[in-house]
């Protein structure tokens, strides 16, 4: 079990750290610019330029939140009753039957309450990272609802403007998180209220 | 029991994969612990990967000697425990009347009405 203390490690770690790594690591004189010039490649700066933004935003998120996020899957995988496996095994099933007809039937409520809580943060996006990584260059294809609230609202003292994007955002993630859970109650017959 | 030979090549896959990920996760923290024990010359100059280059730890004493970072670092330790055990509290005791099905517009608060 220890891959999985060290994978969730990041997580605990606050983004503005994070960020500081991987702009240390992504920029042009970084650790990765110059594995690319040692194979002969061009350097490339990847925080300020639009083709490469996004993917470092998801890729950084990834990096530090798949084992926080592996976590409660791993916790109900392991909550499923050995004797379904063996039974499957009795009737003829490989590995991957196992997998579709035992293991995602199993944590399918899991699953369901998962994606409601995510929901929720659909808009909000991770408003930490994108403040700390982004830069002028990339506010095209950076800005989220909430980094763009936060310049015009506080940085240019709109503050009507600001509380009404909020608003209107908060608005929207309730409706979301309602309808998703009304949706799944309907679909799967789970919810979690 | 005997593996077949699909189950010995998932334990290689397995291994050699889960074997990236501590890689992936532990080598940008190796490379930025390596930067802040190197001396500024090697650091600019772009010589350290994942070993301090010119040891020497004044980056570690000038952190700790400066003030607004020991401050700083305690309004953390404040805001952490304080904040906690408030939340804690709060949480609590709002869960509680939510969980009496007496309580007047329970309905109403958990979302459950109809």
């Known amino acids: 079990m220890k891959i999985q203390v060290i994978v969730y490690l990041p997580h605990f770690i606050s983004w503005a750290v994070v960020s500081g790594i991987f702009i240390t690591l992504l920029n042009s004189s970084g650790l990765v610019n110059r594995m690319i010039e040692s194979m002969g490649g061009e350097p490339i700066r990847f925080l300020m330029d639009k083709r490469y933004f996004r993917s470092i935003l998801v890729l950084t998120d990834g990096w530090k939140e798949i084992g926080w996020g592996s976590i409660i899957y791993i916790a109900s995988i392991t909550g499923v009753d050995p004797s379904l496996y063996e039974a499957e095994t009795v009737d003829g099933a490989g590995k991957f039957r196992q997998v579709l007809h035992v293991t995602l039937p199993a944590i399918a409520p899991t699953i369901v309450m998962m994606l409601i809580l995510r929901v929720s943060n659909i808009l909000n996006a991770g408003f930490q990272q994108i403040f700390i990584m982004y830069n002028p260059t990339v506010y095209e294809v950076a800005d989220i609802i909430g980094t763009y609230v936060y310049r015009v609202g506080l940085g240019q003292m709109k503050f009507g403007f600001g509380t009404a994007v909020g608003l209107f955002n908060s608005v929207v993630a309730f409706i979301l998180v309602i309808s998703c859970n009304l949706l799944s109650r309907r679909l799967t017959g789970r919810s979690i209220w | ?114």
């Open chain 2, 1 to 114: 029991m005997k593996k077949t030979s699909g189950e010995k090549a998932f334990s290689v896959i397995n291994t050699v994969v889960m074997i990236l990920m501590i890689l992936s996760t532990l080598l940008p923290f190796l490379h930025v612990a390596a930067k802040s024990f190197s001396s500024k010359a090697a650091v600019v100059a772009g010589k350290i990967t994942f070993w301090p280059v010119g040891l020497q730890a004044g980056t570690y004493r000038y952190v700790l000697s400066q003030a607004e970072f020991l401050n700083s670092f305690g309004v953390s330790v404040i805001i952490t425990i304080v904040g906690t055990a408030l939340a804690i509290f709060i949480t609590v005791t709002a869960a509680y009347p939510l969980s009496k099905p007496r309580l007047l517009g329970r309905k109403v608060f958990l979302l459950t009405g109809g």
